[in-house]
């Protein structure tokens, strides 16, 4: 089996690469380093020559919803466009439920797929255990880092990796039930376990309908779905 990973190089897409390799697939990682663009098409067709599935784990840092629409959107067409045979794609939980710009485009990024010719499926996961550290980052004054308040339900990058792998191996499947971590934690505390003083952590609730969502678990599953075993504290102790 061969298995394209578009987002190759990030956090999950490190993973997957992995996951494959260890499988025994052949895996061609779709970036800019290797000659292809997805944000324009340039030079997929031929790196998805005798690709069996497109393990589709992009990413783009932004919450502004034209923004988020032309990157997820743009992907997701020129992935169509140039012949890919099978597209996995990776979406989160409560996308449906918290309206912000990013989530726009995993939305559209989910329609563009259920609406096309193309074999798919789609899974939901909820934010990784690495997200903590990720949003240390996402706006930093000075000596401290502004962490939004929410509730959410982490897995391992690595169980999404597993699971994204196993859709591969399993064929089109559609929507598959959400995938989420072993217990529900709050978001803060795990940004402060990880900086352990530094940055300094400052809560901040985001404003409106999307930030109660957020606090109230919207980003966490409400049915069934598998569970990932590895907990953050086995994470952290690990990292």
Not at 13 to 32: I, K, M
Not at 116 to 129: K, N, Y
Request: hydrophobic share 45%; net charge neutral.
């Amino acid at each position: 089996m061969k298995i394209a990973v578009a987002g190759g190089t990030g956090v999950v897409g490190r993973h997957v690469v992995d996951v494959a390799r260890e499988r025994g697939y052949d895996v061609v990682v779709l970036s800019r380093g290797e000659g292809v663009d997805l944000t324009t098409g340039a030079g997929l067709a031929e790196r998805l020559a005798g690709v069996d599935a497109v393990i589709d784990v992009t990413s783009v840092r932004t919450q502004q919803k034209e923004a988020s629409e032309a990157f997820f959107g743009g992907v997701t067409r020129n992935l169509q466009a140039a012949g890919a045979a099978y597209v996995v794609a990776l979406s989160i939980v409560g996308v449906d439920d918290v309206e912000t710009g990013y989530y726009a485009g995993k939305r559209l990024q989910e329609r563009l797929l259920a609406e096309g010719a193309t074999p798919w499926s789609v899974l939901r996961a909820t934010q990784f255990h690495e997200f903590a550290e990720q949003v240390l980052g996402f706006v930093r004054v000075g000596p401290f880092a502004l962490v939004p308040r929410m509730l959410s339900q982490p897995v391992a990058a690595r169980e999404v990796a597993e699971a994204l792998v196993d859709l591969a191996e399993a064929g089109p499947s559609g929507r598959v039930p959400d995938l989420a971590g072993p217990e529900r934690l709050d978001m803060v505390d795990l940004a402060r376990r990880v900086a352990a003083g530094r940055p300094r952590v400052v809560p901040v609730r985001v404003p409106g309908a999307a930030g109660r969502a957020m606090r109230s678990g919207a980003l966490c599953p409400t049915g069934p779905g598998p569970r990932g075993s590895i907990t953050f504290d086995a994470w952290l102790a690990a990292r």
